[in-house]
Structures are given as structure tokens and as C-alpha cells.
């Protein structure tokens, strides 16, 4: 059974300061990874997404890496800002198939202080 | 492009009453899952339609959840009878491919 680790739980940061979320799962055979920001009482708003064969994504001041073999990910911030306070998930797909479900890490809580 | 709709936005019942959500996913999308995100958790599949046709449904509590998509396009959640520990955010997402996700607002639904 798959499972999604979250590391910190919470993290306070001033803002400026560049950061690392991680993540882990059990079993690395995994079809992709995907990072969400949900804000409180919002759904989920799709980060970056990165298959199994890739070994990074970027979309801005966002990084998202992806060591399938040790079973990590992290999400690197750069230059973080007041506006990414919100709480950061990892989910991993195992399959392609449309039968292969997403298995959610528990989050990370972001707060970025002004 | 029109995201993922949900209603209510919130809902408060009490205990043993029912309850239903009610999700419409982005146009053309063949995947529709309800997940259910418990306060300080990550969302867990409830159940996953592939058109009309249950795909998972192994995390879904028989006994109290249904869900349906009768015409393989929106869909409900059904709560009947509520427990205290049903109280959580019903997230619902739609697929192209099955493989990225795109999540509605989600319902919050607080059983007192």
C-alpha cells in the first residue's frame, strides 16, 4: 500500500527566505507526482506535475525534483512572498491506467510572514 | 475554460439526517472522483467513475455513502444517515486522461 510522507507538518518563514518542502512515498513505482496549494476553504489548484521519467519541473519561483528510486520529492520555493501562505500537497499516481488513483501526503502549512 | 462545480459550498446537519453534494466536471472529462479531506489530512478517494461506471470504490463506507453519474457527466455524493465523523470537506475532480486532476472548491460539511 502506497504511502505519502509530508516533512514539515508546518513551516514559518520570513518572507524573502527560499525553502524546501519534502515529500516521500513508499513505493517507487509511481506514474507521476503532482504538487498542490490549497488555501483555506479552497480545493486544490495544480502546482507542477512530473512524470516518472522526469527529474524536475519549474513554473516560475517553483521547483519541484523527483528522485524516483529513493522515493522523495521536494518543492523549492525561491524568494518566497506573503501569498504563498497556504498548505502545499504531494500526491503520487502508481498507474496510467484511468483506474490509477492519486495517494495524498497530509501537507505542509505554509505561513509566510510580511 | 470552466472548472470543476460544486454545491453547496457548506452545509451544517445534524446527526443521522442526510445530506447530498452535487458536482459537474469540466466538460469532456471521463473521470470524475469524490475524494473526502478530514481537517489536517490529505484528501482520500471516496470513489472513482470512469463515464457512468464505478472504476474505486474500495474506501467508500457502503453501509452510509452512494454516489451516482447516471449519464456519465455530473454527479452526486450521498450521505444517509450522517455521523460526527462524516464532518470534513467533500472535494470532487475531473480528468481528461486519468492522469492530472483538476479539483472543484469542495463542500464543507459540519455534523453537529
Known amino acids: 500500500k502506497q504511502e505519502v510522507t509530508q516533512i514539515p507538518a508546518a513551516l514559518s518563514v520570513p518572507e524573502g527566505e527560499n525553502l524546501v518542502l519534502n515529500c516521500s512515498f513508499t513505493?517507487?513505482?509511481?506514474?507521476?507526482l503532482q504538487w498542490f496549494r490549497q488555501d483555506p476553504g479552497k480545493g486544490l489548484t495544480s502546482l507542477l506535475l512530473?512524470?516518472?521519467?522526469?527529474r524536475e519541473q519549474t513554473s516560475g519561483r517553483l521547483n519541484a525534483s523527483l528522485d524516483k528510486s529513493s522515493g522523495r520529492s521536494t518543492l523549492y520555493i525561491a524568494a518566497s512572498q506573503p501569498g504563498d501562505s497556504a498548505t502545499y500537497l504531494c500526491?503520487?499516481?502508481?498507474?496510467?491506467?484511468?483506474?490509477?488513483?492519486?495517494?495524498f501526503g497530509e501537507g505542509t502549512q505554509l505561513t509566510v510572514n510580511p | 475554460e470552466a472548472g470543476v462545480a460544486q454545491s453547496p459550498r457548506y452545509k451544517i446537519i445534524e446527526k443521522r439526517q442526510s445530506v447530498a453534494f452535487w458536482c459537474n466536471p469540466i466538460?469532456?472529462?471521463?473521470?470524475l472522483y469524490w475524494y473526502q479531506q478530514i481537517l489536517g489530512q490529505g484528501p482520500k478517494l471516496l470513489i472513482q467513475f470512469q463515464n457512468n461506471g464505478v472504476v474505486d470504490d474500495s474506501q467508500l463506507p457502503k453501509d452510509r455513502f452512494s454516489a451516482e453519474r447516471l449519464k456519465g457527466v455530473d454527479s452526486t455524493l450521498k450521505i444517509q444517515p450522517a455521523k460526527l465523523e462524516d464532518s470534513a470537506v467533500y472535494l470532487c475532480?475531473?480528468?481528461?486522461?486519468?492522469?492530472?486532476?483538476?479539483f472543484g472548491p469542495g463542500t464543507r460539511l459540519t455534523v453537529t
Open positions: 475532480a475531473s480528468s481528461f486522461s486519468g492522469t492530472r486532476g483538476y
Open positions: 513505493d517507487s513505482a509511481i506514474y507521476n
Open positions: 466538460s469532456g472529462h471521463a473521470t
Open positions: 512530473i512524470q516518472s521519467s522526469q
Open positions: 500526491a503520487v499516481r502508481p498507474g496510467e491506467t484511468s483506474g490509477s488513483r492519486l495517494t
